[in-house]
């Protein structure tokens, strides 16, 4: 066609403009409606061909969509439930997943079109395409409404129906107090190792930890013997059994006994465990509980590590624990050059015990690992060997000199004698207590387990090195309770300056602290007990001399 315009050109001596010569396409006419369209292979309109075919049909415009009100999770057919967010890209896919009939067709789109969040519907706009006709490819939008049912998903019915359990994870310790569980509740919590956990009874003796599936008990076995020295022994009873299909219905228990040791413990260790673990002296005090016990002499500050399966091979017990602890004065402390191991200082030390003030003028005079931090005028807890009762057969046949006492930690007598709100607290596990023959007995069970988690707080309050392994959380109004008490200081002529103050620092936002119920990764903030308590500790409970606590 150029070269026919250039033709022209020449022969007429004039130039044509260059849109003389165009092509237009054709139109033909719809052969339903006689509509003028562009030619096609099915030579009708859209309308036409939407009237003759739906690309659509087979594709449910309503669907159902089951919620789990306790979990929040969707059920994804057959068996599993996911979480979602309203409008996510899972919640999407769950919805895609759910409508059927698209794989006769070609998914162009899919969006959400937006509902109130409490309408309890989800809308989604779908482009599809599709290949009808003679080679025609029509494209069509729809709208598809999921109604959100709700049905319970297996975990929170199992919870729901609190005896509806396959494994149980039963700690136990045999001693006289609870301090070592509050420490491992603390520890769970930190860690989320309850995320799996759907019920938790408490025992005089120790706790009980239900799980809806076995691989969740022995995950959690794991865990504890990765934090606390224990053995466990694994048992299952058969509950049902079809011999159709040959299937068994088993519920399982373990039986997690953790080491009779705790920290601060003085013990008196048998001669082959003294002699395997370095020679060290068989009186020395525990000073860590981990996944191993830490023994300290405290004369020669020698230290060994005594992994769980030796301490089971040859099974030993305390010669004294905290509840034992006298309270001492420290009149002079000598610390001597060159023996010291990382916070320690070895130190000639003379005590008096508290009781005997006003009485006589007995003096002790011995060797303590805490010279760094004792200096006279201070008060500290120790052991009296004394006066000191105890049936102990290889004590008894020890030949050398037992001295006459064992400082264990510093004491702050003054800070204790006042009532103070703490500026932190702690997270705890919703708890069921489990039912005791009389009202009595429950109750003196309840006032010794608040006695015990004093003790254990105080504990948290006054050793920095548990605060490390632990989360606290900052109490309502933590700063206001912090300046009111350097206000006191600045007064109080008797304040202990030294004392291990909680730094603000130390403690994680509270707004991390929720109320919620096992099996979620939640907790609740309380005392221990039957179920969570709402409200922070920060008070302290009744005042107990550790005299008296003989």
């Not at 996911?82 to 899972?90: F, G, K, M, N, P």
């Not at 609190?162 to 930190?190: G, P, S």
Request: glycine content about 6%; overall charge negative.
């Amino acid at each position: 066609m150029a070269a026919y315009a250039d033709d022209l050109a020449s022969i007429g001596g004039f130039a044509a403009p260059a849109d003389a010569f165009t092509q237009t396409q054709g139109r033909i006419l719809c052969c339903l409606c006689g509509a003028s369209i562009a030619p096609n292979p099915a030579n009708m309109c859209v309308g036409c061909v939407r009237n003759q075919v739906d690309i659509t049909e087979g594709i449910p415009k309503e669907v159902i969509l089951l919620w789990c009100k306790g979990c929040g999770r969707y059920l994804s057919p057959p068996s599993a439930w996911i979480y979602a967010e309203l409008e996510s890209r899972e919640l999407l896919a769950l919805c895609l997943k759910r409508l059927k009939g698209l794989t006769k067709v070609h998914l162009a789109d899919a969006s959400f079109v937006w509902t109130e969040p409490h309408s309890r519907r989800v809308k989604l706009k779908v482009t599809i395409e599709k290949e009808v006709l003679k080679n025609t490819i029509l494209r069509e939008s729809f709208q598809v409404t999921y109604v959100v049912q709700t049905q319970y998903c297996d975990d929170c019915r199992r919870v729901d129906a609190k005896d509806t359990w396959t494994a149980v994870v039963q700690a136990r310790q045999k001693v006289e107090h609870k301090r070592t569980f509050f420490y491992l509740e603390q520890l769970i919590l930190k860690y989320s190792a309850h995320s799996q956990i759907i019920n938790v009874k408490e025992l005089p003796d120790g706790l009980d930890f239900f799980f809806s599936n076995r691989s969740h008990a022995v995950k959690f076995v794991d865990f504890l013997q990765s934090v606390v020295p224990v053995r466990y022994k694994a048992s299952q009873k058969l509950i049902s059994h079809d011999e159709q299909n040959s299937s068994y219905n088993y519920k399982y228990t373990f039986m997690v006994e953790i080491v009779p040791i705790c920290k601060n413990d003085l013990v008196f260790l048998p001669r082959k465990v003294a002699h395997a673990s370095g020679t060290i002296s068989p009186l020395v005090l525990c000073s860590r509980v981990s996944n191993v016990i830490r023994f300290l002499d405290p004369v020669s500050m020698q230290i060994a590590d005594l992994p769980p399966m030796h301490f089971w091979r040859e099974p030993f017990r305390s010669l004294a624990n905290a509840k034992q602890l006298t309270h001492y004065h420290v009149i002079d402390c000598e610390p001597i050059r060159g023996m010291q191991l990382g916070k320690m200082q070895m130190a000639d030390v003379t005590v008096a015990r508290n009781s005997d003030f006003g009485r006589n003028d007995k003096l002790f005079i011995g060797r303590t690992h805490l010279g760094s931090i004792l200096s006279a005028g201070d008060s500290v807890l120790g052991y009296d060997l004394s006066n000191l009762n105890t049936n102990d057969d290889n004590l008894r046949l020890y030949r050398r000199a037992i001295p006459d006492f064992v400082l264990v930690r510093k004491f702050y007598p003054g800070i204790r004698k006042k009532s103070r709100a703490r500026h932190w607290q702690l997270r705890t596990l919703p708890k069921e207590r489990a039912e005791t023959h009389s009202k009595k007995s429950a109750d003196d069970q309840a006032m010794r387990d608040a006695r015990d988690y004093e003790e254990f707080l105080r504990e948290v309050e006054e050793d920095p090195d548990v605060r490390q392994e632990i989360n606290l959380y900052a109490a309502p109004g933590a700063e206001h309770i912090m300046a009111s008490r350097r206000a006191e200081l600045e007064v109080d002529d008797e304040a202990e300056e030294d004392f291990p103050e909680v730094a603000l620092g130390e403690l994680l936002s509270s707004l991390s602290i929720q109320d919620g119920t096992l099996g979620d990764g939640s907790a609740s903030v309380g005392m221990p007990g039957s179920g969570a308590i709402a409200g922070a500790v920060d008070s302290d409970g009744e005042d107990v001399d550790m005299m008296d606590a003989k």
